[in-house]
């Protein structure tokens, strides 16, 4: 690995890693910017499908890259949060109240569904996180009378102060700020004495609670907390989309979040960003690709869904720490040209931890 | 009399979940790690067996057998090309890669002209015929499944417990490391557990066939395989067998009594009420840890 000299305790919680950065963030910034004046219709909204993701990517990986504890369901709080903000809006209540209450509630569930995480671990809390997310997504189909049921609930287009913001160029800016907000909410939470008990437990459950650290209380709050963020997503997602159906809401999607978070990069904020993405640009360079591929291959329906499938594969098993990790290998392989050596920043195998014994 | 109808036709369902959960409980016990695409290696082996018959012409028991060999082949080649690499990552990675291979397989069948989009079903012989056995009548589909699934039940319990294969796998299975320093060929082991385990849900997406017919998309339900997983315990054969009925009847039962839509999650309420009261299931190992 690579050694930075620190003098100052300060250094170690930076809100950006190191000098120098600030110049490539105020360019994106000002990319951002641009973005509603230059790009179409079209462009734009796939751009708020990004910065969407992008929430809940980053909420995705408070849980699953930061505090270490993965979950299969994490769409049912995309699902809460979406029908909850449609719900709310319909009834009149005003945008940043009712983007609020989604939060509010997906924490709950959020908090509820973190229970279990206290007394199963790894693959069985991802069994029960997944049996969670299913039994949301039978809710949704059969609670007709607030959400529509497969009939799909319509959205009605956000209102703040007066002013709709339906239109693709004003959802924008809200999606925009909101991601700003989250991302530097998160970034903030991560330097705090909380985020880095949840890298502990990441690390090492047994370690972190010999230090101190209340295990039950930090993965319940880092459950709510990343499903709050993700219930925020939903409620923007609910506007972007304007149609909700339960089946947005299932096990793909909630496959879908956790291959953002993987192949973006785990245990890095960037990585959402990333994977976020590439889980809607994808798509579109694959149906860009289509017309040049040989027919039988070209036409099929399948290709998204194999291209997914490799890029997973190939993502854990070439590139553990995702896209993301990748940069970071080529940025210091110039940093240090003439003495970067094969194999520098290579992970340590170490025999498989049993989670037999717990 | 209905309620033994429903009763009966659970157990078949139990059966189907117990085989899918077979072939996870054999990878978890050897090397504690959850094949997510077990359900999409039941459709595969189908598929196939669906190909063999529609492309070759074979018939239907030359079909099956050829599938679940090839199978077999599938799952050792699953193992040796994608699982040995990442052994010793969390145990995250390999969730992650049987996730991108159940999405890689769902994909690459759907690419295949004509079959791939289509529900087929296998002319399976015994399809359609009825069986009446004092008064409850069950189809030959379902009991098909019962048997099979006590048959194979019966050949995995005689391997491991009277051959040296079995044997060495119960070692593996109960510390690796240690069954190296033994001489026990622990990554060949590894391969055959996979083969093992494809081979167990090519039977069962053959014996499934003639019931929910043959798509792509079938592999999900071995998504109801976990719940059974989890209710008997995840690292104990006879439990997977055990869960696989309760979770059959549990299915079976709210679809009677209940109203609609409590027959798809019942099996779900059961696994997060199992993992609140009682994690390692009916029969799982509890053991200390010493830090």
Known sequence: MRYRQKTDYLQDIRLLGKPGQAPWYVALGLLLLAAPFVLDNYWLSQLNFVLIYAIAGVGLMLLAGFTGLLSLGHAAFLGVGAYTQAVLVDMGVPFPLSMLAAAVLSALVGAVVGLPALRVKGIYLAIATLAFGLIVEEVFARWESVTGGNGGLLVPSPQLFGVSLGATNRFYWLALITCILVTLLVVNLLRTPTGRAFVAIRDSEISAQSMGINLALYKTASFALSAAIVGVAGALYAHQLRYLSPEQFGILQSIDLLMLVVVGGLGAVQGAFIGAAFLIAAPQLISLLRDYLPGVIGQAPGLQSVVFGLVVILVVMFEPQGLYGRWVRIRTYFELFPIYRKGLMRRQRAFQKSERLH | ?291
């Open chain 2, 1 to 291: 009399m209905a309620i033994i109808q429903v009763l009966v036709s659970g157990i078949a369902l139990g059966c189907v979940y117990a085989l899918i959960a077979l072939g996870f409980v054999l990878i978890y016990k050897a090397t504690e790690t959850v094949n997510f695409a077990q359900g999409e290696l039941m459709m595969l082996g189908a598929m196939l067996c669906v190909i063999l018959m529609r492309v070759m012409g074979l018939p239907f028991w030359m079909a099956a057998m050829a599938s679940v060999v090839a199978m077999a082949g599938v799952g050792a080649l699953t193992e040796r090309v994608m699982i040995r690499p990442v052994l010793g990552q969390p145990q995250f990675a390999i969730i992650m890669l049987t996730i991108g291979f159940g999405y890689l397989a769902r994909g690459a069948v759907t690419m295949i002209p004509d079959i791939g989009t289509d529900t087929t079903a296998i002319e399976a012989p015994w399809r359609g015929e009825i069986w009446e056995v004092g008064g409850i009548v069950l189809g030959a589909e379902q009991g098909y499944i019962i048997l099979a699934t006590a048959l194979l039940c019966g050949a995995l319990f005689l391997l491991f417990r009277y051959t040296l294969l079995g044997i060495a796998m119960q070692a593996s299975s109960q510390n690796q490391i240690a069954a190296y320093y033994v001489g026990i060929p622990v990554k060949r082991l590894n391969t055959l557990v996979w083969a093992l385990s494809a081979l167990v849900a090519t039977v069962a997406g053959l014996l499934i066939a003639p019931i929910t017919f043959v798509h792509a998309n079938m592999g999900f339900i071995g998504l109801k395989a976990f719940p059974a997983a989890i209710v008997g315990g995840f690292g104990s054969l006879p439990g997977a067998v055990i869960g696989g009925l309760v979770i059959g009847l549990v299915e079976a039962l709210a679809g009677f009594y209940l109203p609609e839509g409590f027959k798809d999650i019942a099996p779900y309420v059961v696994v997060l009420i199992m993992l609140a009261v009682r994690p390692t299931g009916l029969f799982g190992e509890s053991l200390g840890k010493k830090v």
